[in-house]
């Protein structure tokens, strides 16, 4: 898969190094992967949920959640969000 962008788990793991192992492990399971749908996703990330249009990854037993757009057509990630669990209970990300 496609990860657009890294750039910003960096920059979330620069604000909150304690992201830093569990936010690069993430990167390198979806990167290393080639999911042809949610359902094949859900395989490795059984805690993953399909919201709307994103997919949520809880990150770090559930400390940071993770929100991506996938296209699994042309195997495109969209990072769109990295937040902490109380960032995410805002819902601010939904807008």
């Avoid at 890294?6 to 992967?33: C, G, M, T, V």
């Amino acid at each position: 898969m496609h990860i657009i962008s890294r750039k910003r788990l960096l920059e979330f793991s620069a604000k909150h190094p304690n992201s830093d192992k569990p936010s690069d492990r993430w990167y390198r399971i979806i990167k290393q992967s080639n999911y042809n749908s949610f359902q094949e996703l859900r395989k490795t990330f059984p805690k993953a949920d399909q919201i709307g249009k994103f997919i949520v990854f809880n990150i770090s037993g559930n400390k940071f959640r993770l929100i991506a757009y996938i296209v699994f057509s042309s195997k495109q990630v969209y990072i769109r969000h990295i937040l902490t669990h109380p960032e995410y209970d805002k819902g601010k990300w939904k807008k």
